[in-house]
């Protein structure tokens, strides 16, 4: 693999130089083959699945890799600490892929590192899965994330409330820079820095901004915002809760990343909240759109000393910006609901519609992916159009209804529903259920055959209907945990 380490360049108060700590007896668990050929990791090393499993454990280091540990603070549940850093996970150094992209490399769980603050630095196998799955998913799903390369037993174990299986997982994304990392430099009054942050972000994710003379940290904020509002609406879309969006949970390239107690929503309910830690429904589903807003007015903190010496001018110049973001943000949110409706433009009278079928799916308790799954094969079924006749009632035939009115072909209506409303999520009991295989029996049988439905998620496949069915108790007692 090519590795070129341009964090590595940045000043040593970004990052600790450190080594991942080496694990016992490491086995490849999952292997990632379509990323693989992305990446153009050599044939040579992909087939040798013991080289694989010592180089993504962190026990060989590739030449040309500096593996580092990033410096970043962040809020978390709305209180700020002023150093996080990577605790448990090595950047191990940026490659580009098949068309030019670059991608930062990154073990996690490979050993503790001076951001530790008393953690032992290693993951256990459930969480590794979970990422790797989930990211998987979501990917497949269209929505901007990280993803797993690779996932590799230890032969350790790790403790937590009971002695569990070790893991190290390979992370992928278009770079690790977050909120937090922001946060950790404005908060020790490090303008030096930030300034140097803010132009390597600018270099790696928004090149198009490098000439705006003073005006770029505007602009980096305004894209920033941006991709948050894409990110948090496709994530409504789909009905996925990430459960622990601290600023140090935010990329700023707007991938998803994090994904300790991530879940995906049954039932339609907005209030919704699986992660055991957040107990007063902070990053709750409906709250997400709300709390993006607020870890982006933390950001937007950051950049005022780059934006202008006078804070109160810079403050001016930033202020729209911020309290233009929930309008903002609604306008992408109600255009992606409405796509899954089938409206080819949403005006503002279909809020109506909007709130109507929400209410209707809120009230009886009935499962977002399949409600909407339904209503898209009611325009090519009979069957299913008198099924969704009765379980949405009167807002079936508002929707009719409005569709009438578009004078688009059914056809079309379809493929555009379709497109917006996956017919399969990674729901919340076959992840565990593939989780725990891998735990117990140390075997990817169900993981494997899980994600290839996962893969196709717009699109059945004959296994599809194997992973579609909803929770049976509707979820009510599940339970996410922080994976640390
Ligand atoms: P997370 O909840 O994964 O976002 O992690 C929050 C912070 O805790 C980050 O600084 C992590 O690096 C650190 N952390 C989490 N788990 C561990 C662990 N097992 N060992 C060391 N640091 C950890
Ligand atoms: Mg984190």
């Not at 892929?97 to 603050?117: E, M, N, V």
């Not at 009115?405 to 593939?434: C, F, G, T, W």
Request: hydrophobic share 35%; net charge negative.
């Amino acid at each position: 693999m090519n590795f070129s380490n341009s964090y590595v360049k940045l000043s040593d108060i970004f990052y600790e130089k450190i080594r991942p700590a080496p694990v016992r007896a490491p086995q490849l668990l999952l292997w990632n083959t379509s990323l693989a050929k992305q990446l153009m990791i050599p044939n040579q090393l992909e087939q040798d699945q013991d080289a694989l499993a010592q180089v993504f454990s962190g026990n060989r280091i590739l030449h040309g890799s500096e593996p580092i540990a990033l410096a970043y603070a962040g809020h978390q549940f709305g209180h700020f600490v002023p150093q996080l850093g990577d605790g448990r996970a090595h950047l191990l150094g940026e490659v580009l892929d098949q068309s030019g992209q670059k991608f930062d490399i990154q073990l996690k769980g490979s050993g503790p590192t001076k951001f530790a603050r008393g953690g032992d630095g290693r993951c256990a196998v459930g969480p590794a899965v979970r990422e790797f799955i989930m990211s998987e998913a979501m990917n497949a799903l269209g929505i901007p994330t990280s993803r797993s390369l690779a996932v590799v037993t230890t032969g350790e174990s790790v403790f937590r409330d009971s002695t569990l299986p070790g893991a190290v997982v390979t992370r992928v994304a278009s770079s690790h820079i977050r909120i937090g990392t922001f946060q950790f430099f404005a908060a020790r009054g490090d303008h030096e820095s930030l300034k140097v942050l803010s132009d390597f972000t600018i270099e790696r994710h928004f090149p198009e901004l490098r000439e705006e003379g003073p005006n770029k940290y505007i602009g980096l904020l305004d894209n920033v915002i941006e991709r948050q509002i894409q990110l948090v609406a496709e994530w409504m879309r789909v009905g996925f809760i990430h459960g622990v969006m601290n600023t140090d949970n935010t990329a700023l390239s707007g991938e998803t990343i994090d994904y300790g107690p991530c879940a995906m929503m049954g039932n339609f309910d907005p209030q919704t909240v699986y992660s055991s830690i957040d107990t007063n429904g902070r990053y709750a589903f409906g709250n997400q759109p709300k709390i993006a807003h607020w870890n982006i007015a933390r950001f937007a903190e950051c950049l005022l000393p780059l934006i202008g010496a006078d804070t109160d001018k810079a403050i001016k110049q930033v202020e729209p910006l911020i309290s233009e973001f929930p309008d903002r943000f609604n306008q992408i949110y109600v255009e992606k609901l409405g796509k899954k409706l089938g409206l080819t433009s949403f005006q503002q009278e279909d809020q109506k519609l909007l709130f109507s079928l929400l209410n209707r799916l809120k009230e009886r308790n009935m499962d977002y992916t399949t409600s909407f799954d339904l209503l898209t094969k009611s325009l090519m079924s009979e069957a299913a159009a008198s099924q969704a006749k009765n379980e949405f009632g009167d807002s079936f035939e508002l929707w009719q209804q409005r569709l009438s009115e578009q004078q688009e072909n059914s056809q079309k209506i379809y493929d555009l529903m379709r497109q917006h409303n996956p017919v399969v999520i990674p729901r919340n009991h076959h992840v565990e259920a593939a989780i725990q295989e891998c735990e117990q029996h140390g075997k990817v049988t169900l993981a494997e055959s899980f994600l290839n439905v996962l893969r196709s998620p717009y699109e059945e496949l004959a296994t599809t209907s194997q992973y579609q069915d909803p929770p049976e108790d509707g979820d009510k007692d599940y339970q996410t945990f922080c994976g640390t």
